[in-house]
């Protein structure tokens, strides 16, 4: 039996990955129309614009099941487009994705090869699509919710993603995990950050943290380019894992991040909380930076409500 191949709009941000997306996309470009593959493509002209790029391609495409939309970029880029084909109406349109950027912390995630001509190959072998979780968050004062693959992070982890993106003029400068650059900035940022008042409900139970620090929901493995803060986060299980960390000494905190790194045992301090639901609400008592999928989230006095959603990937 044939199978039949779908249609593929790619959306390109060849500044991901500091503009390493760019020869990537040319390499991948070959490999398509040496394949013959039906493929549109749309370039990201400024921030932002994947947004735009997904919300009217779903408003115009939604009901023509040829289409997959695949993300050529990094966790930023996925995040345009995920949350523009949900806009438009197109959550039923399976999303691909091919890891171009720094972190690429969802391909991780979902163990899709980081190497893009591989994760090419995977994709263009796939015969269906198949659900995942997908979070969603909405703010008390935001008029529409906003859709997540990865994490929302209030506290600490924001605050390093807002000095990562801070004075660059073109995002072309990003840390990566084993850089000098990223652990100085970590160290600057862990003495910087203030802790917070927090409040979380579960489904099940209320919890006040006077003095959180580092704020996690997640519904993948990993945050930061490579840190599994959740080792055992499911795609399938419908929850979301929430972490929270207390503030702790700069020691303490140092040994916190080795365990993240290799043990998992982080888990077990007893300055690190661990919830997981299909819904939550938190609180913070104060204005905190937030970080979306590695983007900034203004800061503000959080008053979050997070849940769970399905949609279809194309992967496989
Ligand atoms: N034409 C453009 N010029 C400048 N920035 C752009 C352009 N198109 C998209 N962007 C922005 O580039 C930023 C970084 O993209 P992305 O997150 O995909 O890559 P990355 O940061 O290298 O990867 P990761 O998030 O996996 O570490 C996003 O904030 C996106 O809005």
Do not use: C
Not at 65 to 90: I, Q, S
Not at 139 to 148: G, I, M, Q, V, W
């Amino acid at each position: 039996m044939t199978e039949i191949r779908p249609s593929f709009l790619m959306v390109v941000n060849v500044f991901a990955g500091a503009g390493k997306a760019k020869h990537i996309w040319q390499k991948i470009e070959v490999q398509l129309k040496e394949e013959k593959v039906d493929y549109r493509v749309m370039m990201t002209n400024y921030p932002g614009h994947g947004v735009q790029l997904a919300t009217d391609f779903a408003l115009r495409h939604k009901y023509d099941a040829k289409w997959v939309v695949v993300a050529v970029g990094g966790d930023g880029t996925l995040h345009e487009v995920l949350n523009g084909l949900h806009r438009g109406g197109g959550d039923q349109i399976p999303l691909g994705y091919i890891p171009a950027g720094s972190g690429n912390d969802f391909a991780r995630g979902i163990n899709l090869p980081t190497q893009p001509l591989v994760a090419l190959q995977k994709l263009l072998e796939v015969q269906h699509a198949t659900s995942l979780d997908v979070g969603a968050y909405q703010n008390r004062l935001d008029s529409h919710a906003t859709l997540f693959t990865n994490n929302v992070g209030i506290g600490f982890d924001a605050s390093v993603v807002h000095a990562a993106n801070a004075g660059q003029k073109d995002h072309l400068r990003k840390y990566h995990l084993e850089s000098g650059a990223y652990v100085s900035s970590l160290i600057k940022t862990f003495f910087k950050q203030k802790s917070f008042g927090l409040s979380v409900k579960t489904e099940q139970d209320q919890h006040r943290f006077n003095r959180a620090f580092l704020v996690t929901t997640t519904n993948i493995k990993y945050f930061g380019g490579g840190v599994p803060i959740m080792p055992i986060a499911d795609l399938h299980d419908g929850k979301l894992d929430l972490i929270v960390v207390e503030q702790i000494g700069v020691l303490r905190f140092v040994k916190l991040f080795g365990e993240m790194l290799t043990t998992g045992n982080h888990l077990k301090s007893s300055a690190v909380h661990h919830f997981r639901s299909q819904r939550l609400h938190i609180q913070t008592d104060l204005p905190e930076n937030g970080q979306v999928n590695g983007e900034n989230i203004q800061k503000q006095k959080f008053d979050l409500n997070f849940w769970v959603t399905q949609r279809p990937f194309w992967i496989s």
